[in-house]
């Protein structure tokens, strides 16, 4: 059976503005796989976002939605879920927005390991500002401010998570679209900051300044690249560059922030 | 069993062409802008075009 995702969409919102074969539409299906899956409550799910082409996104799902200050998503969502610790909040962002401009409020989430599900949308480029290189451009790619190529080594997000203290860390590709939806299921499942890298295609400033010829060759790139997390792990480094692994990268076990600051405020108050 | 029923929102199709390609029966082609059922016998429901479809413009109904 076809799945139902108008009960999750905004009325007469569609169609969407990105463009043609933009994988943010892939990524939106998966999340929206994902929350049913979860079954999550409408009125007690928040979904944040900065600003970007998959900042875009909560404007069309008919949840409590916010669309903040550009890269500062995490910072918004911190308020939501500790103001409303019963919500379950989920953000969404693109590259430039959750590591490069939002990079600050993004490694402070994850050290916090507060609740959250954060679903980075990495097109490899600032989309919608017209195609200037972002921190997870691939070093010699070209974008319109790197003509040349871009001089600078790339951010891997999946290491600066775990770097940075969250405790649940994945990635996929828009091609492996069923690997989404799970992977976002399992990060809205644990309890705590959870990071889910979805690498994606951006055709019209990524894709055509890189030799791609359409998107499909772009999706194809992406199912060649990627190696499972448990073959990875038999692979030397060499073999592994330029390759990207996928699946559950890391996950653990810490203290949640909500519950931590709860207690103090319980500790405080018995003085 | 019976043939699925291909549904394409012409209104939502960008025809990126996504959809025919990764069709492992080639059910789908492209008329111009916008995809088109030219085989709905061939179709053996595995759900590719509408898993993948980011625009949220065709659906496959099993009934």
């Known amino acids: 059976m076809a799945f139902d995702y108008d009960k999750y969409l905004r009325p007469g919102k569609l169609p969407h503005i990105w463009c043609p074969g933009c994988g943010h539409g892939i990524v939106l299906k998966g999340l929206l796989r994902a929350i049913d899956a979860c079954q999550l409550e409408k009125n007690r799910t928040a979904i944040v976002s900065g600003i970007g082409c998959a900042s875009r996104l909560p404007g069309y799902v008919d949840f409590n939605t916010l669309h903040t200050a550009h890269g500062r998503a995490a910072a918004f969502a911190t308020g939501i879920k500790m103001a409303q610790p019963h919500m379950n909040v989920l953000v969404v962002g693109g590259d430039g927005d959750g590591v490069a401009i939002g990079g600050n409020h993004f490694i402070h989430a994850c050290r916090r390991n507060i609740d959250m599900t954060y679903v980075i949308c990495n097109n490899f480029i600032y989309g919608m500002t017209g195609g200037q290189f972002s921190p997870c451009t691939p070093t010699g790619d070209k974008a319109s401010t790197t003509p040349y190529g871009n001089p600078d080594p790339t951010f891997d997000i999946g290491k600066l998570a775990i770097g940075a203290g969250a405790t649940f860390v994945a990635r996929t590709t828009a091609f492996h679209a069923t690997q989404i939806d799970k992977l976002i299921a399992e990060g809205i499942r644990h309890k705590g900051m959870a990071v889910i890298e979805v690498l994606d295609d951006c055709p019209t400033t990524y894709g055509r300044r890189n030799k791609f010829r359409s998107v499909v060759d772009m999706m194809k790139r992406f199912k060649e690249l990627a190696v499972p997390v448990a073959k990875a792990a038999t692979m030397s480094k060499e073999e592994l560059d330029g390759k990207f692994v996928t699946g559950i990268l890391h996950r653990e076990e810490r203290p949640e922030y909500c519950e931590q600051y709860a207690q103090l405020v319980k500790r405080a108050q018995n003085l | ?63």
């Open chain 2, 1 to 63: 069993m019976s043939t699925p029923r291909i549904e394409v929102i012409e209104q939502y199709c960008k025809g990126c062409s996504i959809c025919v390609e990764f069709c492992p029966t080639n059910v789908l082609e492209m008329d111009g802008f916008l995809v088109k059922v030219v085989r709905p016998e061939a179709c053996i429901s595995c759900m590719q075009c509408e898993l993948r479809c980011p625009d949220f413009a065709i659906k496959v109904h099993k009934d």
